[in-house]
């Protein structure tokens, strides 16, 4: 395991909630919490350097320039890019992947094309593919899933046809857990013709990425997940892809010459910079990468599979509760499940009760849950600074919730069955 005293680099957890509950934060999935020396990198910037990037001469803006520019080049290193080129800075996930729905899906796509997306991924994973199919006259197709929570591949064969131009997968699922396996669907994609994009925020922020070793296409993540700052994201995409793509907003900073009545891109990552980019938000997602490269991430994802080993086993031992997803072998650091009683919004609100922080609902999942029959589940998300004593708090508060909801007949009977 990782040392507790990781801990100490994040103060929002030194803290108690309803009294004198103490944090248990389970929630990382969601966003996960920042560092001191994200929070003290950020605090610098602005206290020291802050200015506006590549419009000023001044030494402010060269301070932030730089800054800027070097937090795109650890990015690079990070998910091992062949070029800083090929780091386009965005709001998050979900505005990746929208700018490759609307600037190489609009420039690509015609009627009777496919795009391939799986019955687990996000809504931001989704709707943007839905638009484009509206917008171009495509066509989605999904990959099922099998009832314990896999990809179905058995017919991908016949799911990827010369019709396939994208693929657009999660790399780990954000409700199930399960870890995808995106190498053999970019190949198999790849020998068809079609290009993939792999929305990777619940897998860069946990396990090492090599996007050359992948050979993918785009890739997508968010800063907020990786106890970096809201509001700063990633697009990786190949440098030949990236420059046949045309810009998708337009204004300042994207432009190399505006005349009277057109005007001319800047070479990419610019092209898809308009306007003021997300200064501190990529200052910060610099400070994070260094905080988890420091830590080393294949010992990140030793330490979540220690706690999703742990916590799986004793959720078996709750009555009435189901795991969702399959065992801890195939998935990331996280477990979704459903309690016979009560509803998971319930469940999470007393939860919350016992300072015990998750996320209950749809997850932004709806299709996933149609497919499951169910309408909202609940679900605990590990990070690096999350304990195997913290998931027995979490597990025996939701032994004690089950039994207040237990049926009186039930409860009289099992009090006797005790004695």
Not at 99 to 108: C, D, H, M, T, Y
Not at 113 to 142: C, K, Y
Not at 349 to 361: F, H, I, K, N, P
Request: glycine residues 8%.
């Amino acid at each position: 395991m990782l040392p507790a005293s990781l801990r100490d680099d994040f103060p929002i957890l030194q803290q108690s909630v309803h009294g004198d509950r103490p944090l248990v934060f389970l929630d990382n999935a969601a966003s996960t919490q920042r560092s001191r020396q994200v929070m003290d990198a950020v605090r610098r910037l602005e206290e020291h350097d802050y200015a506006n990037v590549h419009r000023g001469i001044h030494t402010l803006s060269e301070r932030s320039t730089d800054a800027y520019e070097a937090a795109r080049e650890k990015v690079r290193a990070f998910i091992n890019a062949e070029s800083a080129d090929e780091i386009v800075f965005t709001q998050g996930t979900t505005a990746s992947i929208n700018l490759v729905a609307r600037s190489w899906g609009e420039a690509n796509l015609k009627p009777g094309d496919e795009i391939l997306l799986t019955l687990m991924e996000h809504h931001s994973n989704l709707v943007p593919w839905f638009q484009a199919a509206e917008r171009t006259g495509a066509v989605v197709r999904q990959i099922p899933i099998t009832d314990d929570g896999l990809l179905d591949l058995s017919g991908l064969d016949s799911l990827l046809t010369r019709r396939t131009k994208l693929v657009a997968v999660a790399s780990v699922s954000n409700t199930l857990g399960t870890i995808n396996p995106v190498a053999e669907i970019i190949r198999r994609a790849h020998a068809v013709g079609a290009l993939v994009l792999v929305d990777a925020a619940q897998s860069v922020p946990h396990m090492a990425t090599d996007v050359r070793a992948l050979d993918v296409d785009f890739l997508a993540f968010s800063g907020h997940k990786m106890t970096g700052p809201s509001g700063i994201g990633v697009l990786y995409g190949k440098r030949s892809l990236l420059e046949a793509m045309p810009a998708f907003l337009g204004g300042g900073s994207m432009i190399d010459r505006v005349y009277a009545d057109r005007f001319t891109p800047a070479p990419i990552p610019t092209r898809f910079e308009a306007g003021t980019p997300p200064i501190s938000g990529a200052i910060g997602l610099g400070a994070a990468i260094d905080y988890l490269q420091a830590i080393g991430m294949d010992a990140i994802q030793q330490h979540e599979h220690r706690l999703v080993e742990h916590a799986w086993r004793r959720l078996g031992e709750v009555e009435g509760l189901t795991r969702l997803g399959p065992p801890p072998e195939q998935r990331a650091g996280l477990v979704g499940f459903t309690l016979d009683r009560p509803h998971a919004h319930d469940i999470a609100q007393l939860l919350d009760e016992q300072g015990v922080a998750v996320r209950a609902g749809h997850h932004c999942t709806q299709p996933l849950h149609d497919r499951l029959g169910i309408s909202a589940s609940t679900r605990a998300s590990f990070y690096l600074y999350n304990t195997l004593e913290e998931v027995d708090v979490l597990v025996d508060a939701l032994a004690a919730i089950r039994e207040r909801f237990r049926p009186r007949g039930r409860k009289r009977a099992a009090r006797v069955a005790e004695k």
